[in-house]
């Protein structure tokens, strides 16, 4: 899931075309108007077999604020490799509070960093 998520960030819709289960692949990936990714939250995963799931939460930047998105996704394993089925999606805007962490990933709270 990692390193997807970094696919993501770094626009290689290749590795994430390499990455993705045959059977639910689309024919091309166009990663142009993504969001500016900031952090990656893994809230939840396992494994049974060959099948895993895993719930994770996206942070992203907006014009004028961060928003989230959250999926869980289903991954099954082939020749030792996982590969990407598909996700159960949700989205929104993310309202950190001035003590949390900043969703861009510093490291520092919100209201030192990005408020």
């Not at 993501?8 to 990455?19: E, W």
């Not at 099948?51 to 942070?59: D, E, L, P, S, T």
């Not at 928003?67 to 082939?78: A, K």
Request: charged share 25%; hydrophobic share 30%; glycine share 14%.
């Amino acid at each position: 899931m990692r390193s997807r998520y970094a696919a993501f960030v770094l626009g290689l819709s290749g590795y994430l075309l390499a990455t993705w289960h045959a059977k639910t692949r689309p024919d091309e990936l166009d990663l142009d108007g993504t969001p500016a990714w900031t952090m990656l939250q893994i809230l939840s995963s396992g494994e049974q077999g060959d099948k895993g799931q895993v719930h994770f939460r996206a942070i992203y930047r907006t014009g004028n604020g961060w928003g989230y998105l959250e999926e869980v996704s289903e991954f099954c394993r082939e020749g030792g490799r996982w590969y990407y089925l598909s996700g159960n999606t949700s989205e929104g805007a993310l309202k950190p509070g001035r003590n949390e962490p900043c969703p861009c990933g510093s490291g520092r709270k919100y209201k030192a960093c990005c408020l």
